[in-house]
């Protein structure tokens, strides 16, 4: 199957202050849509990985495919991890951070540090294991820990191109920036459903038809009717 550029949840500038829309006209534009197009030049006509879902090719793919297919997941994931609208953790999942890191705040430090202290370009990932496990992981250039059998909840994109527009070389202050957009639903959604979905969230990338968006369509249902 040919993969498809993500359209937005939000506008361009729906993100300022804090991300310009000319970053996000450049990272999603540009970066984000490269890889892609480079994507669909690469498994066209291929027996291996034509048909394939973006989560079975970073499973079992190498080099210019295994990297160009996750930086097509890792940006999807990171454009659902951010929201123009203030949101809060769920219940299980806020409880879930507070026995495993002490608080919310002490979850946010450790996340934004593990993002400055990334050695050149990558991702910072808050992640489940078989055991229920959370982590805080880096992966360098396009690695995604599905890789490693982790389970991805949010990421955070700290390659230059994400920030460096907004906040020239200032990594940290881009990062703390970052976490007021933090689309809390959607982790909340992820840690709900790791065990069923295994990171597989936007299966087929029918991007109007995700599992997350029937979940959300459900929440706005239920709010919309007051219940
Ligand atoms: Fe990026």
Redesign the pocket.
């Known amino acids: 199957m040919l993969h498809e550029l993500m359209k937005l949840p939000y506008a361009y500038d729906a993100l300022e202050p804090m991300m310009s829309a000319e970053t996000l006209q450049y990272?999603h534009g540009k970066?984000?849509a490269g890889y892609v197009t480079k994507l669909n030049a690469l498994i066209s006509g291929t027996a291996e990985f034509e048909s394939k879902s973006l989560v079975e090719i970073i499973k079992h793919a190498d080099g210019a495919v295994y990297n160009n297919a996750a930086?097509v997941y890792?940006?999807d994931f990171?454009w659902t991890t951010l929201s123009p609208e203030s949101t809060v953790p769920s219940l299980a999942l806020d409880s879930v951070i507070n026995a495993q890191f002490g608080s919310i705040e002490a979850f946010k430090k450790a996340f934004i540090e593990k993002g400055v202290t990334l050695f050149g370009s990558g991702w910072v990932w808050l992640c489940i294991d078989d055991k229920k496990n959370l982590s805080i992981v880096n992966t360098s250039n396009a690695d995604n820990p599905l890789r490693s059998g982790l389970v991805p909840l949010m990421v955070c994109?700290v390659?230059e191109?994400?920030y460096y527009i907004d906040y020239r070389n200032a990594r940290a202050d881009y990062l703390e920036n970052w976490w007021k957009l933090l689309n809390w639903k959607f982790v909340s959604f992820n840690f709900a459903n790791h065990e069923k979905h295994r990171g597989d969230y936007f299966s087929n990338f029918c991007k109007d038809n995700t599992p997350y968006c029937d979940y959300i369509d459900a929440l706005d249902a239920k709010e919309e009717s007051g219940s």
Do not use: P, S, T, Y
């Open positions: 990272h970066h984000h930086q890792n940006h990171f994109d390659w191109h994400a």
